[in-house]
């Protein structure tokens, strides 16, 4: 086993460990305005930025890397919801939520630094899609369950999350090029 293999089992491990630790979902909001702001800012974090503050910087992450603008966005937004303070439970960091290991492996020395985690991320997400032949899904699976889980079962993990994760991922990818057109 390389050590490449058990870093990517371990962040899957800790991925797990995370979800099943994660405090449960806050109750659904009943008013329109309670759901927005709720939307717009959580407890102890800043307000997302939105897509259009880090335009400039995923199209030169995409551009370097070339993979679709479009596509990184979804990532981004799906991600991190453009929150370039973001951390997950498990320890992901960033606008691309990249593990620390994974971080330090692609070259990123500060996860929170909006154009690291955005070339990161391009960077990573471009070995998904030369790993997987260029196949969007999953390439997107890999960079949510890890490549191990979706070699194990020759496609996109039976996952909920994950299964949920691709689709959301494209479907944004697909509106931001309607966007874009």
Do not use: W
């Amino acid at each position: 086993m390389s050590v490449s293999s058990i870093g990517t089992r371990l962040e899957q491990l800790q991925t797990m460990v995370a979800q099943l630790t994660a405090p449960p979902a806050p109750a659904a909001t009943t008013s329109f305005a309670g759901a927005l702001a709720s939307a717009q800012t959580s407890p102890g974090t800043a307000p997302a930025a939105g897509a259009n503050a880090f335009g400039a910087e995923i199209d030169a992450a995409a551009a370097g890397n070339g993979i679709d603008p479009a596509l990184l966005k979804g990532l981004v937004s799906q991600e991190s919801g453009f929150d370039p303070n973001a951390r997950s439970g498990a320890g992901a960091v960033g606008l691309t939520q990249l593990m620390p290991g994974t971080a330090a492996a692609l070259g990123v020395t500060n996860p929170l630094d909006p154009a690291q985690s955005l070339q990161g991320g391009a960077k990573y997400l471009r070995q998904q899609l030369d790993r997987f032949g260029g196949d969007e899904k999953l390439a997107l699976a890999a960079y949510n369950a890890g490549p191990g889980a979706v070699a194990k079962f020759g496609g996109v993990p039976p996952y909920a999350e994950t299964q949920n994760y691709v689709n959301s991922v494209l479907g944004k990818a697909a509106s931001y090029r309607g966007a874009i057109a």
